[in-house]
């Protein structure tokens, strides 16, 4: 768990049990409410779709763990991008708006470390 005003893009958090991808961040002044608030846009990891929430900044947000493994780069297709696991011999297709700039950057062949939640790909990294 961290205080919801150290979240960063990228990361990725748990909302009733479901993992998030934060997308987007943004601090709001106090206005209305006498607290500072942050508006979150996060996604699904599960569905891709949007969900947008207001917390203030000195609540909670439960993050997930993630596990990490290195994973090879293969080719895009229609529906996304092919990854390779070298360790286990499994390949992993992960839809286009889960891979984001990442993967959308990579070339052939190149290694990338990978986070895994409910044994699906959902945080990249390049090596």
């Known amino acids: 768990m961290i205080l919801v005003?150290?979240?960063?893009?990228?990361m990725i958090g748990l909302v009733a049990g479901e993992a998030?991808?934060?997308?987007?961040d943004e601090l709001c002044p106090p206005g209305s409410t006498l607290y500072l608030m942050v508006d979150l846009r996060l996604r699904n990891l599960h569905d891709g779709t949007l969900l947008q929430m207001r917390r203030r900044t000195d609540a909670v947000f439960e993050m997930a763990t993630l596990t990490d493994r290195e994973l090879e780069y293969l080719y895009r297709v229609d529906t996304g991008?092919?990854?390779?696991?070298?360790?286990?011999?499994?390949?992993?297709?992960?839809?286009?708006?889960?891979?984001?700039?990442?993967l959308a950057q990579m070339q052939s062949h190149q290694r990338l470390n990978a986070g895994f939640w409910l044994g699906q790909p959902v945080h990249f990294e390049v090596l």
Do not use: H, K, M, S
């Open 20 to 24: 998030f991808t934060i997308e987007a």
């Open 81 to 102: 991008y092919i990854l390779f696991d070298p360790a286990t011999f499994e390949e992993y297709c992960v839809p286009t708006w889960l891979g984001g700039e990442v």
């Open 5 to 10: 005003q150290n979240i960063r893009v990228g």
